[in-house]
T-cell receptor
Framework: QKEVEQNSGPLSVPEGAIASLNCTYSDRGSQSFFWYRQYSGKSPELIMFIYSNGDKEDGRFTAQLNKASQYVSLLIRDSQPSDSATYLCAVSDSNYQLIWGAGTKLIIKP | DAGVTQSPTHLIKTRGQQVTLRCSPKSGHDTVSWYQQALGQGPQFIFQYYEEEERQRGNFPDRFSGHQFPNYSSELNVNALLLGDSALYLC?????????????FGPGTRLTVT
């Protein structure tokens, strides 16, 4: 059973600090990795995607991928209260199936 | 540029009934995927349509079926509704096949089965 695991949280971070969200996956053949943000009662919104090992930066967001260790992380710099949401990790596996984690709830405290 | 649209927004049905949900993809996208999301869970993949054919399917029973039209819009049909089918149903569109790269989600349809 291919799995994507995330700590459910909640993860509480002070405003202005760095929030670090982690995700591990079981299928070594996984191809693509996505981070989505979901506000309560809303649909997921794509934040970042990463295909290669290393870091990818977009504004305040950095995605980090380590295929050898089978983890992907999302860093949010200068966290704002508007960043409070559930962050979903999704992994496209070797069969091109998209496997989702259950999400980490992030709370940014003013 | 219109994003992904879904209808209806909310729906209440009775056990045993049938329901049809609709989705129009983002302009320029030709692949539509459907997901079921229960409260507090990540989305569960139902199936994906590309070129009017079901290309991939998740672990859902045959009660869940779909269709894609020539204009790339799509329908999700659920027969013989069960209480456990109550969930948020999400449609996502993307470009190409397999279309799991850079998906954009619609606002969802909240289905309640009583």
């Amino acid at each position: 059973q291919k799995e994507v695991e995330q700590n459910s949280g909640p993860l509480s971070v002070p405003e202005g600090a760095i929030a670090s969200l982690n995700c591990t996956y079981s299928d070594r053949g996984s191809q693509s990795f996505f981070w989505y943000r979901q506000y309560s009662g809303k649909s997921p919104e794509l934040i970042m995607f990463i295909y290669s090992n290393g870091d990818k930066e977009d504004g305040r967001f950095t995605a980090q991928l380590n295929k050898a260790s089978q983890y992907v992380s999302l860093l949010i710099r200068d966290s704002q209260p508007s960043d409070s949401a559930t962050y979903l990790c999704a992994v496209s596996d070797s069969n091109y199936q998209l496997i989702w984690g259950a999400g980490t709830k992030l709370i940014i405290k003013p | 540029d219109a994003g992904v649209t879904q209808s209806p927004t909310h729906l209440i049905k009775t056990r045993g009934q049938q329901v049809t949900l609709r989705c129009s993809p983002k302009s320029g996208h030709d692949t539509v995927s459907w997901y079921q999301q229960a409260l507090g869970q990540g989305p569960q993949f139902i199936f994906q349509y590309y070129e009017e054919e079901e290309r991939q399917r998740g672990n859902f029973p045959d009660r869940f079926s779909g269709h894609q039209f020539p204009n790339y819009s799509s329908e999700l049909n659920v027969n013989a509704l069960l209480l456990g089918d109550s969930a948020l149903y999400l449609c996502a569109s993307s470009q190409g096949h397999p279309g799991f790269g850079e998906q954009y989600f619609g606002p969802g349809t909240r289905l309640t089965v009583t």
